[in-house]
């Protein structure tokens, strides 16, 4: 039996049968895309079917009886491949290898070749089938996207500003460019393998960003996030980074690619710029406060000034027109009253010239030590003057203090003025003074109504006014300027108040060494 003659289909199983070779050589002449021909144990062509003239160009007659070396390139020719091929599919029984193979015209073409060794029924060898087909277009199509991954590999390994690399699916470093060694420090030998979480802050790691962000890439394709991330010194910069997850064509995640740009500069200067504005935004609601306080103290200081400058137009008309008619007791009652409204008059615009220092920075306080007792004994001197009707008691222990008197005055003034004010006729006001540890505290009591505990943080404020004391004489200036004159002079001004029993106002000062 003859295995060529069912043109290299004979197998170490034995040849085709008679009755199928007119099918089998039938079937194999009707292939046009593939070259199935046969060799001898030479490597000579013995058939040729239509597939091998177009693909190949030599008809029968011209290419039966020669090798089929002449399908190869010299060089092949010259390392002798034909033969080594045939050596191989002889011990192996089966050769495929894929190369440049030689047309008719001299033309090349990519091709995928399988050599099968054909034995007869005793073992024997008796030839080779061989299959070959035209991959020509799909190397280019490999070549050219195997020329664009190179390219653009060499292009994301050189580029210096952008950190490119590429992380496993366990968020391992795979790759390393330029621009991410010139970013983050670390060579490729020293990151590759490490977990991206390297990069991250331990506040980060500790609330899981790095998973969390891997996490988001997963479900989304794309994650882009900007936050603060380390280089391999310790220095932090502000980064923009983007991960991509990587699938292959069924689906299966295969990695990701991280993309990071420095924007520590322009994180700054947003710093910058939102520090201007925040201070713009301060400055122009420290300008709408300063107008509001305008126009508030303009309307308390007009309101106040009306009383007093009323009681002088009406006393000074009285003493013009009527001064022969009174009689000396008269007399001094009405000078006595200008007297004291001159008094309220003056006091008012020492508050509003305090006020403006304190608001403008420019309040002075000449610090010296002096005689706090001998400055409570003046206060409550000029209080029941004032106020006769009034009982003011004083319980002061020997104290030396460290701050302005005058300005110590102003504050004990204005607390006691308070305390009387607000207490009724048959109640006392009391004034202490006493050591505790390096301060003197001074304090004031009354037996008013007191201050609701929802109502004492207006105590303190400019103009600052209680619901509940509506109606009673005061700018609303008084508490805010002692407090400031109080904490200037190195103390505190506080108060503690039960409603319905009376209030306790203190200040400290320091003691004189």
């Not at 306080?365 to 003057?385: C, E, H, S």
Request: hydrophobic share 40%; no cysteine.
């Amino acid at each position: 039996m003859d295995p060529i003659a069912g043109l290299g289909s004979a197998t170490a199983a034995g040849s085709p049968r008679g009755e199928d070779r007119g099918v089998l050589t039938l079937l194999i002449d009707s292939v046009t895309d593939y070259a199935i021909f046969a060799l001898d144990p030479d490597g000579r062509v013995l058939t040729w079917n239509p597939g091998a003239q177009r693909l190949k160009g030599y008809k029968p007659d011209e290419i039966i009886g020669q090798k089929f070396s002449v399908f190869y390139s010299a060089i092949d020719n010259e390392a002798d491949l034909p033969n080594r091929e045939l050596a191989i599919a002889v011990a192996e029984g089966r050769y495929e290898d894929e190369g440049w193979r030689i047309r008719k015209d001299g033309t090349r073409f990519w091709a995928n070749v399988v050599i099968t060794a054909l034995r007869g029924d005793d073992g024997r060898l008796v030839g080779f089938g061989k299959v070959t087909r035209d991959l020509t277009e799909r190397k280019a199509a490999e070549d050219t996207l195997r020329d664009s991954e190179e390219r653009f590999r060499l292009l994301v390994t050189a580029v210096a500003d952008y950190a490119i690399f590429l992380l496993r699916p366990d968020g391992t470093v795979d790759s390393w460019n330029l621009g991410a060694e010139r970013l983050k420090g670390y060579r490729a030998d020293e990151v590759i393998g490490r977990h991206l979480s390297t990069f991250y802050t331990a506040e980060d790691r500790a609330a899981g960003v790095p998973d969390r962000a891997l996490q988001e890439a997963v479900q989304a394709g794309r994650v882009e996030m900007e936050g603060w991330r380390l280089r391999k010194d310790g220095s932090r910069f502000w980064a923009d980074v983007v991960i991509t997850a990587l699938r292959g064509s069924d689906g299966t995640l295969r990695g990701f690619a991280k993309v990071t740009r420095d924007l520590t500069d322009r994180k700054r200067g947003e710093d910058a710029l939102r520090g201007v504005l925040e201070r713009e935004r301060e400055t122009a609601a420290r300008l709408r406060e300063l107008d509001r306080m305008k126009t508030d103290l303009v309307a308390i200081v007009a309101h106040d000034l009306r009383g007093p400058v009323g009681v002088l137009e009406s006393t000074l008309h009285l003493l013009q027109h009527d001064w022969d008619r009174l009689d000396e007791a008269e007399r001094r009652d009405l000078i006595g009253r200008m007297e004291t409204r001159v008094g309220t008059l003056a006091g008012l615009v020492d508050d509003v010239f305090d006020l403006a220092m304190i608001e403008a920075g420019r309040l002075t306080i000449d610090a010296a030590p002096f005689d706090l007792a001998a400055v409570v004994g003046q206060v409550v001197a000029d209080a029941r003057v004032s106020a006769p009707d009034r009982d003011v008691a004083v319980q002061s222990e020997p104290a030396t203090a460290l701050g302005d008197g005058r300005r110590t005055w102003q504050v004990l003034m204005n607390l006691v003025s308070n305390a009387v004010k607000f207490s009724s006729a048959d109640t006392t006001v009391d004034v202490a003074v006493e050591r505790v540890d390096d301060e003197v505290v001074v304090s004031v009591t009354d037996r008013g109504p007191g201050v609701p505990a929802a109502e004492e943080h207006l105590l303190f404020t400019r103009f600052g006014r209680l619901p509940s004391s509506e109606g009673t004489p005061g700018t609303g200036m008084g508490l805010f300027i002692a407090k400031s004159l109080a904490e200037a002079q190195g103390g505190r001004l506080w108060v503690e108040s039960t409603p319905g029993v009376g209030a306790t106002f203190r200040f400290t000062l320091p003691v004189a060494p």
